[in-house]
């Protein structure tokens, strides 16, 4: 009656964590999902808003924004750790760039709607702060430290337990399959760059076909005599 109890109770409690980790990671997942969307919505809103510029600096600064989402969506992609921390740098670079090409126009012309520009390109750049926030932001080590003891410990009591029911051994062997299913899960989705279920940059993909297919819409065609 007793190891009964103790099964249970902590039965119950891995259940309970399971669930919980779960439940984080699966609000992980949706809010990369969602930054990633704000990102291609804020890119695209400063891309039109480039026309408000200077003919000269509105070529640059759009130019500057095609480059720009190239190394967004290759950020989402499976890269190694040397090709992500050269993506990085890379975004940094386009992103002093993005500032300094405005930047002129922007002291020199204290309009309304350049004041429009700098803050589309303000949004552009906090929203890939936000996204490399959001894909820091993974479920604490302790908490899948404190989820494996758990789980060893309910395994071990479902074992102890099975000494009584020998016929039927094979059963019990569901029980930490199931949790290892479990726990593959979560990782997977806890894991926005690896793994099968991955963030993708649908939105941004979408958005530079956008704006190349506008591209070559506005490029000059000239008629074969």
Known sequence: MDLGIIQTATLTLLALIIGFTFSMAIDRHDQREIFEEGEANAIGTEYLRADLLPSNTAAATKELLIQYIDQRILFYSQQSPEKIQEIRDKTDQLQTALWKEILPTVRTQATPAIALVASGMNDVINSQGYVQAAWWNR?????????????????LLVGFGARNFEKNTGLFMIFPFVISVSFFLIADIDSPRGGVIRIEARNLVALKNNLTQQMDASAPSFSKK
């Open 139 to 155: 479920i604490p080590f302790t908490a899948w430290v404190l989820m494996a003891a758990i789980a060893i410990c309910a395994n």
